[in-house]
């Protein structure tokens, strides 16, 4: 009842492979999220001695678990054992915290052919209560591939990525050789992704901005009618009759007002940097200046506004698209996750009802498009860049 899936196959040593994977899993859970469940049972030292560890994520409504055990340090007793503990203490928490559906992932690693043998606990999916899906995949280190069972899924919260990922590392001897070394790298890692980057793109535009708003200013003043058709603002008229489609992109980098200005130097500080950062200057600037064209676009379709200008929509397309890479890439950037990014649109669209100086419909437009552009623009090779590094 046993089938194979999400095959890869190269060679490679049996116990060295086995513990370096078992560490790399328990530090990549922690990239996608997952936290570390401790109940007193397994050890925190990613050592030979340690047989099992579990993660959890909460989703929404659902909780995901990953049980991860070291089927070479086990029989077949034991491991029923340690499965069917960890599954009533996962049940135990959903049931605390009102889950909707809890999803439990046994992953069990074994280095060799005899171990792979051995852990074939013969299951398929079902429930062990009304919320609980049980899924149960054997992970091959010497032959790199998971072995699935028949009727079981073959991706569950990005794992599967995750575990190909560590058949291919060249470099697993890095990882933290225990649960608070593990934490602590992921801590060093959150604190360097914005720390240590690079953010030239947000910093031109932010400049940009700066230095048209102060010539604004000693031409006449930025709110001055005149002064803003001058430096390129959107208008019908402008656009449509008289086809000057460049001010599609001038009118990104126009401000009325100072707390205008403020604004929205404050959101590019908080959403670009962040993307940029996480999928380099070019894609960062392909999905700005499309969500600004496209909230212009929106902006002089569906409102009645004489003129506007700002860069809002391009903003709420940064945003859009951060939204869309943290349900695609299934984790945070910068710190900021899929509930904390729902948060962030679902307050500025609101808000943008309440004033009829608020061009809305640049801010819906612009976070659409940069929405779509997070799942239609595909990384190169079709892998997410890492802490900014593909430019």
Request: aromatic fraction near 8%; charge should be negative.
């Amino acid at each position: 009842m046993w089938q194979t899936g999400l095959t890869r196959y190269h060679k490679n040593t049996g116990m060295d492979m086995e513990i370096e994977f078992y560490r790399g899993l328990c530090e990549k859970l922690l990239q996608r999220e997952f936290k570390i469940l401790k109940d007193g049972k397994s050890k925190d030292e990613l050592d030979e001695e340690n047989i099992f560890y579990t993660m959890i994520k909460q989703m929404g409504a659902s909780v995901c678990v990953a049980l991860a055990v070291r089927a070479e340090k086990t029989d077949k007793e034991k491991l029923r054992e340690i499965i069917d503990g960890q599954t009533k203490l996962a049940e135990k928490i959903a049931e605390n915290i009102s889950a909707n559906q809890l999803i439990m992932l046994d992953i069990i690693i074994c280095p060799n052919k005899e171990c792979v043998e051995k852990a074939r606990i013969e299951n398929e999916i079902y429930a062990r209560s009304e919320r609980t899906i049980e899924a149960r995949w054997i992970v091959d280190t010497e032959e790199k591939k998971i072995i699935v069972g028949e009727g079981q899924p073959t991706k569950i919260s990005g794992i599967e990525k995750i575990i190909n990922e560590l058949f291919d590392d060249k470099e697993s001897s890095r990882y933290a050789r225990s649960m608070d070394e593990a934490v602590q790298k992921r801590a060093e890692e959150d604190i360097s992704e914005m720390s240590g980057g690079d953010f030239m793109l947000t910093n031109i535009i932010f400049v940009i901005n700066l230095i048209v708003f102060a010539l604004m200013e000693l031409d006449g003043g930025s709110e001055n009618y005149s002064t803003l058709i001058s430096y390129g603002a959107l208008s019908r008229e402008k656009v449509f009759e008289e086809h000057e489609y460049m001010r599609l992109i001038t009118s990104m980098f126009i401000h009325i007002g100072f707390l205008h200005l403020a604004h929205n130097t404050l959101a590019l500080y908080i959403f670009s940097k962040r993307l940029e950062q996480y999928k380099g200057k070019i894609l960062t600037a392909l999905i700005y200046l499309m969500s600004g064209i496209s909230g212009g676009i929106a902006e002089l379709l569906f409102s009645d506004a004489g003129v506007c200008a700002g860069a809002s929509g391009a903003i709420f397309g940064i945003e859009g698209a951060m939204l869309g890479y943290c349900i695609r890439d299934k984790r945070s950037i910068g710190g900021l996750n899929i509930y904390i990014m729902i948060i962030f649109v679902f307050m500025g669209i609101s808000l943008g009802f309440l004033d009829e100086n608020v061009g809305n419909a640049a801010h819906i437009g612009g976070f659409i498009c940069g929405f779509a552009l997070s799942f239609i623009m595909r990384d190169k090779n079709g892998k997410r860049y890492i802490q900014g590094n593909g430019n």
